[in-house]
């Protein structure tokens, strides 16, 4: 069994950082792209940001210039931090990682918790 255990979330000020952390753990043979979601009150989760096994990053563009992803293969973790924070950020975070248990499976797409990320004053 794989989990993804998020963690860094709160309240910050509009202008405000947070940085955002995920570890995956369990049985892995593997990890391919890891990333995060985001999912606001009564809209559909949407992608934040998305990072390859060797680094290669994708943002969406209303986080560009002010979210950066970053992962430790070693530690199997993936990280955002998020600078210039706006009150359109605030939604729930979720990191999502595609695993593989073994060298011959399918990898399959874990997701973490949740953490909830308010920007307010």
């Known amino acids: 069994q794989v989990q993804l255990v998020g963690s860094g979330g709160g309240l910050v000020q509009p202008g405000g950082s947070l940085r955002l952390s995920c570890a995956a753990s369990g049985s892995i043979f593997s990890i391919n792209a890891m990333g995060w979601y985001r999912q606001a009150p009564g809209k559909q989760r949407e992608l934040v940001a998305t990072?390859?096994?060797?680094?290669?990053?994708n943002y969406a563009e209303s986080v560009k210039g002010r979210f950066t992803i970053s992962r430790d293969n070693a530690k199997n973790t993936v990280n955002l931090q998020m600078n210039s924070l706006k009150p359109e950020d605030t939604a729930v975070y979720y990191c999502?990682?595609?695993?593989?248990?073994?060298?011959?499976?399918?990898?399959?797409?874990?997701w973490g918790q949740g953490t909830q990320v308010t920007v307010s004053s």
């Open positions: 990072i390859t096994y060797g680094g290669n990053t």
């Open positions: 999502n990682a595609y695993v593989k248990v073994t060298s011959w499976s399918a990898e399959t797409r874990y």
